[in-house]
């Protein structure tokens, strides 16, 4: 009797387990996943050359990212804030649906530093590590941070996006290891996904540009599941289940000399109407929640779209 390879991975994954030995998270994403190769954004996180102690005694080496790279928080629960609206950045992000076409022309800083991305740590570890206001002083100790440095206010304000996310309901999440991230997807979505980014060539740096839209490809038009690489000393995505939406894969050739070329995911939704009312979209596109036409934004680099098939 012949088995397909996935079968043996599958056969492979459960005599570990059963075994109680600690399954490689590769492994793991894979035997949930099959058909799913791992995002380049996380390969980032898994390629970190780190050395972590298993048993959480002694030094643990963390990786903070360039605070540079932070974009402002536009989850749709917030409202915007003066800074946003003057963040050209952000607001370049926010789109209808109606205009997009080949041809057209977007100002975008879609790019992120990858030489800093934080690492994932394992599972067990991560698990032990609650990420929660109450643990606060607790984690800046951990994480050797100053409680009055901008890295600890970044921090803080990941806490409370997992804190909040924890409390409402089953459709929003922080996941602290591959492992996590990959159950959540399936948790929602099932094992029929496919995991799209924004991928930028040449320049890693790109400032904020003109992009020609020369391609515009549709993925899907249903649930999904997006997941944010949130700021903290190791990889933690905030992930969280999209209902109605269409995904799209647009093909992008910057203006200025370079000619930088980037393949951009992009989310349009349906629905707003469970939208905060001054949402920073709503306030850039002039429209309202509910609106007919669908809201749309790009996916900058280190966020991943989750899509069925």
């Not at 059963?18 to 954004?41: M, R, W």
């Not at 989850?75 to 946003?84: D, M, N, S, V």
């Not at 992120?112 to 698990?127: G, L, N, S, Y």
């Not at 980037?262 to 002039?286: G, Q, R």
Request: aromatic residues 10%; charged residues 20%; glycine residues 4%.
């Amino acid at each position: 009797m012949k088995f397909h390879p996935l079968q043996v991975l599958a056969l492979l994954f459960l005599v570990l387990a059963a075994g109680h030995a600690t399954v490689d998270p590769e492994i793991y994403f894979k035997s949930v996943l099959p058909n799913t190769p791992i995002p380049k954004t996380i390969k980032h996180s898994l390629s970190n050359d780190i050395s972590i102690n298993t048993n959480h005694k002694g030094n643990i080496s963390y990786v903070f990212g360039n605070t540079k790279n932070v974009f402002p928080n536009y989850k749709y629960h917030c409202a915007a804030t003066p800074e946003q609206m003057m963040d050209k950045k952000t607001t370049a992000l926010f789109f209808l649906e109606n205009d997009l076409h080949a041809g057209k022309i977007v100002n975008l800083q879609i790019s992120k530093d990858a030489t800093a991305t934080p690492p994932f740590i394992p599972r067990e570890i991560a698990d032990s590590m609650p990420i929660a206001s109450n643990k606060l002083q607790d984690i800046y100790k951990e994480f050797k941070v100053n409680p009055d440095s901008l890295e600890a206010k970044l921090v803080n304000e990941t806490v409370k996006e997992c804190e909040k996310a924890s409390n409402q309901g089953e459709d929003e999440y922080c996941a602290t290891s591959l492992e996590a991230v990959a159950d959540f997807v399936v948790s929602k979505l099932g094992k029929r996904v496919k995991a799209f980014e924004t991928q930028v060539d040449g320049n890693e740096r790109a400032s904020l540009q003109g992009y020609k839209v020369e391609e515009v490809k549709r993925l899907n038009g249903d649930d999904g599941v997006v997941c944010h690489q949130e700021y903290y000393g190791y990889a933690v995505y905030y992930c969280h289940k999209t209902p109605k939406i269409s995904a799209y894969m647009v093909s992008l050739v910057g203006e200025n000399k370079d000619n930088v070329k980037a393949k951009a995911t992009l989310v349009c939704h349906e629905d707003t109407s469970s939208w905060n009312p001054k949402h920073l979209a709503f306030l850039v596109l002039n429209v309202k929640p509910g609106t007919t036409t669908a809201v749309c934004h790009f996916l900058v680099e280190n966020v991943i779209a989750w899509v069925p098939y």
